[in-house]
Each structure stands twice: as C-alpha cells, then as structure tokens.
C-alpha cells in the first residue's frame, strides 16, 4: 500500500530530496510531497547554533581548572555538509536517523578544546586563571583556519569564554595568598604614609634648619659688615685724629717759629732801641745841664709848667718873703683844666 505524504522545511532549513538514491530537489523553505518508501529527506539547519562548553583541564604547574565559555556558528555550505554527515530525516519526518546532527556541535566545540587545552597547558596557574581575553584571540585565529571546519561547510560567527575558575580548594588558597598581597599592601601603605610623614617632617625639619641656618649666615654676615664697619670708623677716626695731630703739632711748629721769630724780632728791637736811648744818653752826657732842662721845658704843655713852677715856689719857700698871685692866673689854669 502506497502512502503519500507531505513535507514542509522553514525558511531556515536546507532540504534535500532524494529519491532512489538521486537528488530531485534542494534548497532552503523547500515544500513537496514524497514516498517514503522510495524517498529520503535531508534537514540541515542554516540558522546560527550555539554551543556552549565548559572544559577541565590542567596548567603547567600541575593546577587544575575550568574554561567556560560557547562558540556560535552556522552551516555555509550545507551541500558539504550533507555530504559528510547524515542529516537524513527519519519516517516520521521530524527525527534524524543518525546521531550526526547531534555531533555537529561536538565536532567544533572539541576542535576549541584541543586549542584551549595547548594554551592552558603551557601557562602557570595565575596566568591561565587571566588568559580569558587572549584564549578568545587565538580561538578566533585557530577556527577561521581550521580546515575541517571548512570541509564541513562551517563558518565560527564568534567565540567567548565567560569563565576560568581554579577548584574550590585552590580559590581559596588563592584568596588567602590575595588577601595576604592585599594586607601586606595595605601594611605597605600604612608603612609607606608613615615613611611619607617622616621624610616630610625630616624636609620640613631639613627646611628649618637651613632658614635657620641662613639667617645665622645672614646675621654672622651682618655683624661681620658691622664690625668692618666699624674697624673702617675707627680706622678713618684715627687717621682723622692722627691728622688733626700732625696739624696741631705743625701749628705748634709753626707757632713756636712765629714766636722764636718774634723773639728775636724783639731782641733786635730792644737792641735797636737800647743802642737808641745809649745812644741818646751819650749825647745827654756831653750837654750842661742848663741846656737839658731847657730842652726839657721846651716838651712840656703851660699847664706842666705851672705845676714846676708851684713846685719850685714850694720847695724855695724859705727863701721867698713875699708872693703875689692874682686871680686872672687861676681862672686860666681853671679854664684851661675845664
């Protein structure tokens, strides 16, 4: 008994129709009615598949993680595909015959883990645990060359890996390490703060000290310009007394000249002057003395010779028996004192 029935494949799903081993038909959204007696159906799946993986694996010192992470990738060629692997649809046409489809995922997520894998291995623990970023370079690198996914039609769209985590008992024994980096960080910055307050002080202190140090310079400096200051007063003071010395001992000199000078001027005067009156009183000597009296009288003023006169009455007096004076004489003599 023959029995008809129809197939519809999504805008998604690549079918191939076979009947009696020859393809009649292909392509994506395909629709069609078929014997299943004669006929066989191949459904490969254009969309974008996701494969996630999670990998256990070793490090070079021994240490054992886990990468996480997913690959995304599509079929380009389902016609390769379909040719290496059975993506044949079961009677019912919704199931596989083969588990092929199934492996599709495998196939690539075994080809990351054999590259994650070399990677891992040749990195210490603390490397790998932050190799997330350079694992996902050179995934990127080893899939777009890998070339049994390009005999399977399959282009890698992207790849990620979302974690890499040690075992619980090497986390934690890597926490206790950070938390002890961490504490003696924390005491290095205690201890930096402090080594920081103390070279501050010792600059602020050094600073002190050489303000100090410079005013003392200063006021040793000033006190040195003040002494020479006043070494050069007082040498200028007794240079200045030295020369008021040397003026007074030349005006002594000098004086002492001008009166030797002056002593001898008046001995050659009083020589003159005694050779004068000797010489006076030689010729005095030689003269009556009848003739010096007269030369004497001829000196004198009427007043003086009155005075005589009176005198010479006085001391005659003896010898005078009379003597009249009249009163014109004294009213001259008075006029002549008035």
Do not use: H, W
């Not at 076979?18 to 799946?45: D, E, M, W």
């Not at 092929?100 to 690539?108: F, S, Y």
């Not at 894998?117 to 190799?131: C, D, F, H, N």
């Amino acid at each position: 008994m023959f029995s008809i029935k129809y197939y519809k494949a999504d805008a998604s799903t690549y079918a191939v129709k076979t009947v009696n081993g020859k393809v009649k038909a292909k392509g994506k959204g395909l629709s069609f009615f078929y014997n299943p007696a004669t006929t066989s159906i191949a459904a490969l799946p254009m969309n974008v598949q996701e494969a996630p993986f999670i990998f256990k694996l070793q490090t070079a010192d021994f240490q054992q993680v886990s990468v996480q992470g997913q690959v995304s990738f599509r079929l380009v060629d389902a016609d390769k595909t379909a040719s290496l692997m059975n993506f044949t649809l079961a009677k019912d046409g919704a199931s596989f015959v083969s588990e092929d489809p199934m492996r599709l995922n495998e196939r690539v997520v075994r080809i990351v883990q054999v590259a994650v894998q070399v990677t891992i291995q040749k990195a210490g623990l603390r490397e790998a645990l932050l190799a997330s970023e350079s694992l996902v370079g050179m995934l990127e690198q080893v899939l777009a060359a890998a070339p049994s996914l390009a005999s399977l039609g399959i282009e890698v769209l992207s790849v990620s890996i979302s974690n890499i985590a040690a075992t619980p008992e090497t986390t934690k024994a890597l926490e206790a390490v950070a938390r002890e980096e961490i504490l003696k960080k924390s005491d290095d910055a205690i201890y930096g703060r402090r080594k920081a307050a103390v070279e501050q002080e010792r600059t602020i202190r050094e600073a002190e000290l050489e303000t100090e140090l410079s005013v003392q310079n200063k006021q040793q400096e000033m006190e040195e310009r003040r002494v020479e200051n006043e070494r050069t007063l007082l040498a200028q003071q007794s240079q200045m007394e030295k020369e008021r010395i040397q003026s007074e001992i030349e005006q002594e000199q000098q004086r002492s000249e001008f009166v030797e000078t002056k002593a001898s001027n008046s001995r050659v005067e009083a020589d003159a002057e005694k050779y004068r009156i000797a010489s006076r009183m030689n010729a005095f000597k030689e003269l009556p003395v009848e003739n010096l009296k007269a030369m004497a009288l001829a000196q004198m003023d009427p007043e003086q010779l009155m005075a005589m006169a009176f005198e010479s009455l006085a001391q005659n007096a003896g010898k005078i028996n009379e003597l009249t004076i009249t009163p014109d004489l004294f009213s001259k003599m008075v006029k002549a004192n008035g």
